[in-house]
């Protein structure tokens, strides 16, 4: 079955530093989805991406879907400590979504 | 998100009893999904469901049981079959045709067999 592989699984940055994490998948993906999970807390949805080579931006968070529709990746410029928690990449089509693992991410001040 | 009712927060369960974990919504959406996640890991799909008196077993539908015999409820019953119980279950609903195709999370119910 269609899977979606995201790295890296974690992440520790210094307040101020980038980070990105990546999703891929063998298969072409009909569209790609961007949760954001807070420590203790519920996925939150962020954005949807679904034509090759698109690119969003939120404030400091860049979204890119692959030409090749197969890849995507999160982006976060000058990390804050309010970015802390895990961030799934997810796929799907109308009957259910497939979620990456995530990748947690860690701001230190 | 708002609009879905996850109840109670924390549960304790003895081994060998059932449980069932609440969801309800008022969001009007027409599908429902449960989740599971373990610590440090993603999301994996239990059961979902498209419409009323409907549903599909998910991933890992071992050990589970659902029924939905109203749109604002989609209840998780987690039998003594299920073999490690212990985690985090997210309910989540979906509004069909919606742009972008996105699913609201209730704020989940953490499960401890002891």
């Known amino acids: 079955g269609q899977q979606v592989m995201q790295i890296p699984q974690y992440q520790h940055v210094q307040e101020g530093e980038d980070f990105t994490t990546y999703c891929n998948s063998s298969?072409?993906?009909?569209?790609i989805q961007w949760y954001k999970q807070r420590p203790g807390g519920h996925p939150v949805f962020l954005i949807q991406?679904?034509?090759?080579?698109e690119v969003k931006k939120q404030k400091r968070l860049t979204f890119q879907f692959g030409e090749a529709k197969k890849n995507s990746s999160l982006h976060i410029t000058a990390t804050q400590t309010t970015d802390v928690g895990t961030y799934f990449c997810?796929?799907?089509?109308?009957?259910?979504?497939?979620f990456g693992a995530g990748t947690r991410l860690a701001v230190h001040p | 998100d708002g609009g879905i009712t996850q109840s109670p927060k924390y549960l304790f369960r003895k081994e060998g009893q059932n449980v069932t974990l609440s969801c309800e919504q008022n969001?009007?959406?027409?599908?429902m999904y449960w989740y599971r996640q373990d610590p440090g890991q993603g999301l994996r799909l239990i059961y979902y469901?498209?419409?009323?008196?409907?549903?599909q077993k998910g991933d890992i539908a071992e050990g589970y049981s659902v029924s939905r015999e109203k749109k604002e409820s989609f209840p998780l019953t987690v039998t003594s079959a299920q073999k490690n119980p212990t985690a985090f279950y997210l309910c989540?609903?979906?509004?069909?045709?919606?742009?972008?195709?996105?699913?609201?999370f209730g704020p989940g119910t953490r499960l401890t067999v002891l």
């Open positions: 989540a609903t979906r509004r069909t045709g919606d742009i972008p195709d996105t699913q609201y």
């Open positions: 298969t072409t993906l009909s569209n």
């Open positions: 991406l679904v034509k090759s080579g």
């Open positions: 997810s796929s799907g089509g109308y009957n259910k979504l497939i």
């Open positions: 969001l009007n959406h027409d599908a």
């Open positions: 469901s498209q419409i009323v008196n409907d549903f």
